[in-house]
């Protein structure tokens, strides 16, 4: 099993909709998560940190994490055709001693196209 | 500040050369990433640096690879001899120090060198 999975999609929703992007992980002892977004041709760019079980809401995103079924999600309210890209989930690693120096572990991503 | 900056954003060479791409980290990080990423195996980290000492190189894929970071402003990525399946978008990105379970320092990613080998 890989340590992060993605639907790789692509996901197709219509403006306007909610759309509910997911990523599950192997490793329990996980306690953040990452989400980045990336537009075609462009470099990753951070969009959400979650760390709690439950939601967090920035704007029209909201992370919700499951550690109880290991899985973590994306939700877009009222998409709108900008938000068509690739979004990234990562799990930070950490060593033995609790410290990560940044080291992030990347599922596949999944393609969004929000259509007009 | 000008973000990361990596050269060249396109390169093109034959099967058997060397490629060297270059990073440039935003100024005052600490910490520099190299990436590459690819269809099937997506974004993978292949190496960082703390304070231009490499940390941890589990993820450089063989011996043909090689990172070096001299000075905190420049690293650069080797590949000798290059081959086919190298061919990637390579992204080096930086981050101030400083990570824990519940908190962070974001990584902020460069533009991306796009290699083809022929």
């Known amino acids: 099993q890989k340590e992060v999975e993605q639907n790789s999609g692509p996901l197709s929703v219509p403006e306007g909709a909610i759309a509910s992007l997911n990523c599950t992980y192997s490793d329990r002892g996980s306690q953040s998560f990452f989400w980045y977004r990336q537009y075609s041709g462009k470099s990753p760019e951070l969009i959400m940190f979650?760390?709690?079980?439950g939601d967090k809401e920035d704007g029209r995103f909201t992370a919700q994490l499951n550690k109880a079924s290991q899985y973590v999600s994306l939700l877009i309210r009222d998409s709108q055709p900008s938000d068509s890209a690739t979004y990234l989930c990562a799990v930070p690693r950490f060593n033995a001693g609790g410290t990560s120096y940044g080291k992030l572990t990347f599922g596949q991503g999944t393609i969004l196209t929000v259509h007009p | 500040d000008a973000g990361v900056i990596q050269s060249p954003r396109h390169e093109v060479t034959e099967m058997g050369q060397e490629v060297t791409l270059r990073c440039k980290p935003i100024?005052?990080?600490?910490?520099l990433f190299w990436y590459r990423q690819t269809m099937m195996r997506g974004l993978e980290l292949l190496i960082y640096?703390?304070?231009?000492?490499?940390?941890?190189d589990s993820g450089m894929p063989e011996d043909r690879f090689s990172a070096k970071m001299p000075n905190a402003s420049f690293s650069t990525l080797k590949i000798q001899p290059s081959e086919p399946r190298d061919s990637a978008v390579y992204f080096c990105?930086?981050?101030?120090?400083?990570?824990?379970?519940?908190?962070?320092?974001?990584?902020?990613f460069g533009p991306g060198t796009r290699l083809t080998v022929l």
């Open positions: 990105a930086s981050s101030l120090e400083g990570w824990w379970e519940y908190s962070y320092n974001e990584q902020f």
């Open positions: 640096f703390n304070n231009n000492v490499p940390i941890d």
């Open positions: 979650i760390y709690s079980n």
């Open positions: 100024s005052g990080h600490d910490y």
